[in-house]
């Protein structure tokens, strides 16, 4: 199924109140070369190291290998990564049928907080909280890949 | 410990008789960046992820994550690595006191095959079997890093 998802900045901590669940997540990278990229993920209590060879050339598969790995073994892991560790708490807030997935970011992002929505279709009506800002689907500053590279800090 | 190890070229099959392990090794880099190398190796039916930091100032300690993971895994993974997989078969022979690990070579390093013995110390003997050739110590062509950039078949 292809989803698509809009993306919007947000301008309160009021979605807290709302949230059901956080899940603190850091990430990094050991390797960033797109045939055979290395990932680091802690998310929660859990970790883990993915591999992901280079996408097919219609952009549809590509070869990805996961492994859970022990929490502190990816802190040790944390610390060899390239430079650029992503590190945000991920609520997730219910509105309607949708679920708000909303990242506060700390470390170099800082300050900025993002909500990200699925929809089933481009159409598809949804329910705009307060807090919700500005929408900015589909500005590659606001990707993960992006903030790695060159966080909010320095925009 | 320090340990002294001396490498020798191997100049017939009759170690084969007396070897009491044998062990397919294959392995291959997925980052060859010295501050986080990324390795997978598989050895006979068990696979591992290992991966190392940068060595300290003096060379005497460096970070290593090491994570065993699925065979099959593990065989996707070699898809991915960089180019010169290292393929050999280690065998065990006992010779008095020492043991000799024999490495046989396939693929672009087909042809060699190398024996290593660890002594304790400089001086300390040690039987020298029938199928014993040159010594080859120190010379980095037989390093497995080396054999991995410059296949024998190349020399």
Known sequence: MHEIERKFLVNSDAFKLGAHTSTRIRQGYLSTDPAR???V?????KAYLTIKGKSNV???TRVEVE???AFAK???LLTLCLPGIIDKTRYEVKAGKHVWEIDEFYGANQGLTIAEIELATEEEDFIKPSWLGAEVTGENKYYNSQLSLKPF???
Do not use: C
């Not at 993920?41 to 209590?45: N, P, Q």
């Open 67 to 69: 492994e859970e790995i």
């Open 74 to 76: 990816a802190e040790t």
């Open 41 to 45: 993920r802690t998310r929660g209590k």
């Open 58 to 60: 219609s952009g549809t």
């Open 153 to 155: 800090s320095l925009w």
């Open 37 to 39: 990229t290395v990932r």
